[in-house]
């Protein structure tokens, strides 16, 4: 491809007239026709200006071996030229507003008010849609957490496509209607009149001018390069995100893909699973070329990425056809292994239960047994394959429960199967659920809790003892520093005192 070839196809490509691009250069209309035509080459000065202008490479612009193809592919796939390019529809659009008549700007707003209200009245569907899936939830009759956290993430998608297809359209709309349409700048004129009927001075006047707006440029160029600094550095720590995203997506898919092995019917959720790799995937493949300025096919993606919009659709629809027909029950499994301990000490007069005051995952009753007047029994219950508990008794007489988890992935992965084939969930919180029963005498009962009372009451007492010491040991120490500025303060008003006395005393010396 040569040179002239290049050169007419860029300026068609940013919309310049040739007039407008001698203006940039400092040349003449026929100079450029010229270069256009093949008959003359610019010069050096000009080759570089003109590579600036259109933020191509020297090769690029004066090797003939290289095609509008290969031209067009790397002005593509250039993060610092899309960069550039949103700096120059912003320029053109100011430039096209600016030179639009009270006319054209009411046809401007009719023509996006009116394609704003279809727009809104596209977002019924997915208003419809986003009810469907609150509605599906909701009858599922599972917990409100799963509830909340599944809901929420559909919610979202339906929400993030719907606003990335207003905006395409918007920006689409206005891309065909009035940017592609713009020539550029009219001629330049003095009082109306203009250039070619302009004398000389007022000719040198008008280029003076272009040439302060052409050095104004600069500042769109400083900030394009600052613009770009800064938008890599989002796209790093957002690739890092969507990797993290989409190594949970084929986790899933992985999952999904040995259920349906096992015969579990979930058809539905591993087309989700694929729509959302194939979709991440997508989104990793573009912020990889914009980061690092690698050539992609835009094309192919745009293709996979409705494609996983397609799937994503029908993958929910399925999935909550598939989720209709499990119910949940808010019970542990029934197929979970419950264990129970029984643990013997000798009643003493200051046993205390170190868990009386059992926090939200343990349930504590005492259960009457007048035959047991020196011993308790210590029953407890608790789902063994995912924690372990322990109940020892300290040297201060204090029966303390310990317990850790100890997840058995192999167990809980095939109580989840088995609930799956069976189509019914369950409450898995509720797998560290423990169940204390403490049995004893009444009396043993009644003097369990009150060592339990007096031994929350002395480590209360022994906790407001240390605040108070160190409380008190703060107040001695603010009370000293304060003693310290007073002393400064007396130093200070002394001095003031020996001060006022001297200019007094040079106040009768000057009137004496």
Not at 204 to 232: A, C, P, T, Y
Not at 443 to 466: A, D, G, P, R, V
Request: proline share 1%.
């Amino acid at each position: 491809m040569k040179f002239c070839e290049k050169l007419q196809m860029l300026r068609k490509e940013r919309g310049y007239s040739q007039e407008h691009l001698a203006d940039l250069l400092d040349v003449s209309r026929q100079a450029v026709s010229k270069w256009e035509s093949g008959t003359t080459y610019p010069e050096m000065d000009k080759l570089l200006a003109i590579c600036k202008i259109f933020n191509v490479t020297l090769d690029d612009l004066t090797n003939d071996e290289v095609s509008k193809k290969n031209m067009q592919e790397r002005k593509k796939n250039n993060f610092s030229n899309l960069i550039y390019t949103i700096i120059e529809m912003f320029e053109k659009s100011i430039e096209i507003f600016k030179n639009m008549k009270g006319k054209e700007i009411g046809k401007f707003i009719f023509d996006f008010g009116l394609l704003i209200v279809i727009l809104l009245f596209c977002k019924i569907p997915f208003i419809y849609l986003d009810g469907l899936l609150e509605n599906l939830f909701t009858s599922l009759n599972i917990s409100y957490t799963i509830y909340i956290a599944f809901y929420s993430i559909c919610s979202f998608i339906i929400k993030v496509i719907y606003f990335i297809l207003f905006i395409s359209i918007l920006i689409y709309f206005y891309k065909t209607r009035y940017l592609d349409k713009w020539n550029g700048p009219k001629e330049e004129s003095i009082d109306g009149k203009k250039e070619k009927y302009l004398k000389e001075e007022d000719k040198e006047e008008i280029r003076k001018i272009k040439k302060v707006k052409e050095r104004n440029f600069v500042l769109f160029d400083v900030l394009g390069s600052l613009i770009s600094f800064f938008i890599k550095i989002f796209l790093f720590f957002l690739l890092l995100g969507l990797c993290f995203i989409f190594v949970a997506f084929v986790f899933i898919l992985v999952l999904s893909i040995i259920a349906s092995s096992k015969g579990i019917i979930v058809i539905g959720l591993l087309i989700l699973a694929l729509s959302l790799v194939l979709g991440v995937g997508v989104l990793i493949n573009l912020n990889i070329a914009w980061l690092f300025n690698q050539p992609t096919h835009y094309k192919s993606l745009l293709i996979i990425f409705f494609t996983s919009l397609i799937l994503f659709a029908s993958g929910g629809a399925i999935f909550s056809y598939e989720m209709t027909g499990y119910s949940f029950i808010n019970e542990a499994p029934i197929n979970a292994l419950k264990k129970e301990k029984t643990y013997t000490f000798k009643m003493k007069d200051n046993t205390y239960l170190s868990d009386y005051d059992m926090d939200i995952y343990r349930n504590l009753t005492f259960l009457v047994n007048e035959n047991l007047t020196e011993e308790i029994k210590y029953h407890i219950s608790y789902y063994a394959d995912f924690q372990e508990i322990m109940v020892n008794e300290t040297a201060n007489d204090t029966i303390y429960t310990n317990f850790s988890y100890s997840f058995q992935t192999p167990k809980i992965m095939g109580i989840l199967i088995q609930n799956l084939k069976d189509k019914t969930l369950y409450n898995y919180d509720k797998l560290k659920t423990i169940t204390i029963v403490v049995e004893t005498s009444s009396k043993n009962i009644e003097k369990l809790k009150n060592n339990c009372l007096s031994y929350e009451k002395k480590w209360y007492e022994n906790e407001l003892t240390i605040m108070e010491e160190q409380y008190q040991e703060e107040i001695e120490n603010l009370t000293r520093e304060n003693e310290k500025l007073e002393n400064e303060k007396y130093k200070y008003i002394e001095k003031i005192d020996e001060l006022q006395e001297k200019i007094n005393e040079l106040e009768e010396d000057l009137f004496n």
